[in-house]
């Protein structure tokens, strides 16, 4: 089972070249961020005919996740509990779907990307990503067996590494130690970062701007991430960076991201079950 996510920066934009390469990657479940449009204006059908199925959660022209699966959707959450919502008044915006796929929960996630320290959005990530880590402790508390992935663009380089130059990011967002810290709260959490033993750095990024030359000048930042529960994690067999699909006229700014699993969910289940029936006693 290989499941990706991917910052498409609009999919209307993209849609004949993300249907592509889904087909191309022989992707099972694709978490979907930036989709820019709203419901009724996801291209649904492109993807239907080639087999998905879609959850989205759009209302305007900003932010947007979806889930592409083709091994079955259910369960569709808008948003997590305790989400913070933006805004005057506040309300959350459409940054978190949830979908459970082939026996594992499958989270699009577009944390909020913090703008300037000193502006309220800062603050907003922050709160967004504690309460992101509270509700995925609290999945995991409650059973810690639950196959889930936490699939998106952070808006965090988490190490130094994951930036083309440190010194370029002095008192700017992504690097700073609170962005850091909440990154990882999640992974202390429980939640393991599954790509990065395959794909180590320096200078393996997933983002790259379009201005200056940013791309083809290796300027980069690793941002996006699948993180995994223990149960998940111990199914994966092999992750990638696909930077190929940054190339060409029309690209989004994002590479996508994708994780190989071993063994079905059951199977896991059933190896672990069988590993406790055989366990020495405890004394």
């Not at 949830?98 to 989270?107: F, L, M, P």
Request: net charge negative.
């Amino acid at each position: 089972m290989r499941i990706a996510t991917w910052n498409v920066n609009s999919v209307r934009a993209r849609a004949e070249r993300i249907a592509a390469w889904l087909e191309r990657s022989d992707i099972d479940v694709a978490a979907v961020q930036e989709t820019k449009c709203r419901d009724d204006q996801f291209p649904t059908e492109l993807f239907t005919e080639l087999g998905y199925e879609v959850a989205h959660h759009g209302l305007s022209q900003w932010n947007g996740v979806a889930v592409l699966s083709r091994v079955g959707i259910t369960d569709v959450q808008i948003g997590f509990p305790g989400q913070p919502g933006w805004g005057d008044p506040a309300a959350p915006e459409a940054r978190a779907l949830g979908a459970t796929c082939g026996g594992v929960r499958v989270w699009s996630l577009y944390i909020p990307n913090g703008r300037e320290i000193d502006d309220p959005h800062y603050a907003y990530k922050l709160r967004w990503l504690e309460a992101l880590r509270d509700y995925a402790a609290g999945c995991l508390a409650t059973d810690p067996a639950a196959q889930m992935a936490l699939c998106g663009d952070f808006n965090i380089a988490p190490q130094d590494d994951d930036v083309w130059d440190m010194a370029e990011f002095e008192g700017r967002t992504h690097v700073t130690k609170p962005e850091r810290d909440a990154f990882r709260a999640v992974v202390d959490a429980g939640f393991a970062e599954v790509v990065r033993p395959f794909a180590p750095g320096p200078g393996v990024y997933t983002y790259w701007d379009y201005k200056q030359l940013s791309f083809p000048k290796r300027k980069g930042m690793r941002i996006d991430f699948v993180l995994a529960s223990p149960a998940l994690a111990a199914r994966v067999s092999g992750a990638l960076i696909d930077r190929e699909e940054r190339k060409g006229k029309g690209a989004s700014d994002h590479a996508p991201v994708i994780v190989e699993l071993d063994r079905t969910a059951q199977e896991t289940s059933d190896a672990a079950d069988a590993a406790g029936a055989t366990a020495p006693p405890q004394v």
